[in-house]
């Protein structure tokens, strides 16, 4: 019996990719990935600030470009780089909507395009177009352990953040002129959710690239909206949707020998739009189950 056992746990290793000690640092960076982002997605999404997601993940890549000039592809300078980006952008972008005609949405969508080019040319300037292929797309299959521990801390750091600040969190996201009218804790909570944005999309973009780091954020978020409506079943189902799915995507561009972070990111748009269809908030059933109503 312990040989069958044995031998089908062997079979299934091989399957998978997970005999491999890069498949195995590539799995586990999926699940850190899926714990921090997922969650910070969900409230970016009940924010309305989903496309503000996207605009901050290219907004971190001048930095990180800035590290990559001083220091290679180092950890630590690319990382410091990009969390000192991301926070002069987003404090860029709050300053012009503030101070001039320009909405927030706006200032940040002109800032990210500029950012993206800006990085473009740091990273050309020096890398090869390999190193640029690194930087735009990600390695998910070359996670080393620093890297993995980076991820671990910014998950533990992105819980530890939405639990402290989760009263004025899910107030905002409600009502938040209603936040800023009773507490001085809108602000606090504003500035400290962009803080977990960033440094969550900068984690993610050592895996997956500044390209495709927003997906395993939005999308997950997005797809958890047509199965649950209240928002602690909305962060579980995104979490365990994007572990899931992380995972196959991973699994399939190991067997087809695909891209791996376009893949991933394919993978939890295929689950979004198949949510979309068939999930309990999603159109089939909106336009074909009548809704019940309340009676007098």
């Not at 470009?65 to 709050?94: F, Q």
């Not at 400290?192 to 969550?200: E, H, I, P, Q, T």
């Not at 979004?272 to 189950?289: D, E, I, K, N």
């Amino acid at each position: 019996m312990a040989t069958v056992i044995e031998s089908a746990w062997a079979a299934w290793l091989a399957a998978t990719g997970l005999e491999f000690d890069f498949m195995r640092q590539a799995a586990l960076g999926c699940v850190l990935l899926a714990l921090g982002a997922a969650p910070v997605g969900v409230f970016l999404m009940l924010r309305r600030m989903s496309l503000m997601g996207d605009a901050m993940s290219h907004a971190i890549l001048p930095g990180a470009a800035v590290g990559y000039l001083l220091a290679g592809l180092s950890l630590p300078a690319m990382t410091l780089g990009g969390v000192v980006g991301g926070v002069l952008v987003a404090a860029g972008a709050a300053a012009v909507a503030r101070h001039t005609v320009l909405r927030e949405d706006a200032a940040l969508a002109a800032f990210y395009l500029v950012s993206l080019a800006l990085g473009v040319t740091l990273v050309s300037m020096r890398g090869s177009a390999v190193d640029l292929l690194h930087v735009l797309f990600g390695s998910v299959l070359a996670l080393d352990e620093p890297v993995l521990l980076l991820l671990a801390a910014v998950a533990l750091l992105s819980w530890g953040g939405l639990l402290l600040l989760w009263r004025p969190l899910v107030m905002e996201c409600v009502d938040p002129a209603f936040l800023r009218g009773i507490s001085r804790w809108g602000g606090v909570a504003h500035h400290g959710f962009l803080a977990l944005v960033v440094v969550n999309l900068v984690a993610a973009f050592h895996a997956l690239g500044t390209l495709m780091a927003v997906g395993v954020m939005v999308l997950p978020a997005a797809a958890a909206r047509f199965w649950a409506r209240r928002l602690r079943p909305l962060l579980a189902v995104a979490v365990l949707g994007a572990m899931a799915l992380s995972l196959l995507g991973l699994w399939l561009s190991y067997l087809a020998d695909w891209p791996t972070s376009p893949t991933i990111v394919l993978m939890l748009g295929g689950w979004y739009a198949l949510s979309m269809l068939l999930g309990p908030f999603g159109w089939w059933r909106q336009q074909h189950v009548p809704q019940r109503h309340l009676k007098g």
